[in-house]
């Protein structure tokens, strides 16, 4: 079985900075790609950064040169650090991975999610 266990959301003023990080644990035989949604009320779900195995991001336009998403192969772990944060950033954060058990094939597997919430 595997988990991904999410921490590091909150209340920020507008401005401010926030992290988020998402381990991942269980019977893992390797992670692929891992990434960061989110939702508004009222709103889908939308990817808003992504990261390869290799360390490569890629980001939604709306966060770019904001947002730094990173990762530790070794941890298990995906990191969001989010600077320069704007009330539209409120929303709760899921992360992502992609993940193979060993014995098995890979499948996509979420967070629990995290609360971001960006007052004025």
């Known amino acids: 079985q595997v988990q991904l266990v999410e921490l590091g959301g909150g209340l920020v003023q507008a401005g401010g900075s926030l992290r988020l990080s998402c381990a991942a644990s269980?019977?893992?035989?390797?992670?692929?790609?891992m990434a960061w949604y989110r939702q508004a009320p009222g709103k889908q779900r939308e990817l808003v950064a992504a990261?390869?195995?290799?360390?490569?991001?890629s980001y939604t336009d709306s966060v770019k040169g904001r947002f730094t998403i990173s990762r530790d192969n070794v941890k298990n772990t995906v990191y969001l650090q989010m600077d320069s944060l704007k009330p539209e950033d409120t929303a709760v954060y899921y992360c992502?991975?992609?993940?193979?058990?060993?014995?098995?094939?890979?499948?996509?597997?979420w967070g629990q999610g995290t609360q971001v919430t960006v007052s004025t």
């Open positions: 992502n991975a992609n993940i193979m058990e060993w014995g098995k094939w890979n499948r996509d597997y």
């Open positions: 990261i390869t195995r290799g360390g490569s991001p």
């Open positions: 269980g019977t893992i035989a390797a992670i692929n790609a």
